[in-house]
């Protein structure tokens, strides 16, 4: 049986020095400029992407990750006798699952293998590394599969936007849920639901949230304390170390993974975005 290799995509936000310890691949999911298709934001660092996204100089959007590329990449791993393991953004947010699909039918290849994590930014991350690890600890794809299928079921995904216009313009909201949203020091707390975004209440002020989001972690969570956390970020390091330091206070929690939230997750969540994500069973 051929040695697993994981395959997923720019949305999953792991930061390059886990995906290099781990055998990753990780597919470019484009990012264009709205009514600049010519602009090349290729070489603007994340920073530089948020900021031009808060002076409206930007209106970035996304698109799935081609048939062809993913042909492309199955066969060069299937050449270097891998068996490649797709697990990328939640189908109810991109194509690029479709795409994996047509792919493997185009190649007709039992050795891949392509899951819908229902996932997003770190929380995929979290999903692709855990699966990494047992691709590097020599589990075939079967045995990876079986582990990481309940793992990405039970992945939570907390987070709340300086904005929901973004969300809306992208299409993952309403435009009722938007203006709801956007009320005088409301702060949004939205979460996935069978890897859909979902509204899930309103907080006032900035602390409050971060409060909220711990609370909402003690409900949910599972054995917390011996859990990997991840914690991710749209320019907004401030919120997302104190929310790190919250949860390590009340949880004694060692491993939490903080991470920017890339261009693709950023381009609909927008800048001032914090994401959490554990564990809930």
Known sequence: MKKAIIITDTSCDLPGEIIDQYP?????????????????????????????????????????????TFIKTFEECLKEKYAPVVIGLSSKLTS?????????????????????????????????MKAAKMARDG???????????????HMEHIFTVDSLEHLKRGGRISAAQAFVGGLLNIKPILHFVDGAIQPLEKVRGRKNVIKRMVEIMAQRGKNIENQIIGISHGDNEEMALELADTIKTKYGVKDIIISWIGPVIGSHAGPGTLALFFQNA
């Open 96 to 128: 690029s699952y479709q795409s994996a699909l047509m792919a493997k039918d185009t190649l007709k290849s039992d050795d891949i293998v392509v899951l819908d994590s229902k996932c997003a930014s770190l929380g995929q991350g979290l999903v692709v």
């Open 24 to 68: 990753i691949k990780v597919l470019p999911m484009p990012v264009s400029v709205k009514d600049k298709p010519e602009m090349n934001i290729s070489g603007l660092t994340v920073k530089e992407f948020y900021d031009m996204m808060r002076n409206n100089q930007i209106m970035p959007t996304t698109s799935q990750v081609s048939v062809a």
């Open 139 to 153: 589990k075939n794809p079967k045995e990876i599969v079986e582990e990481i299928v309940p793992y990405a079921e």
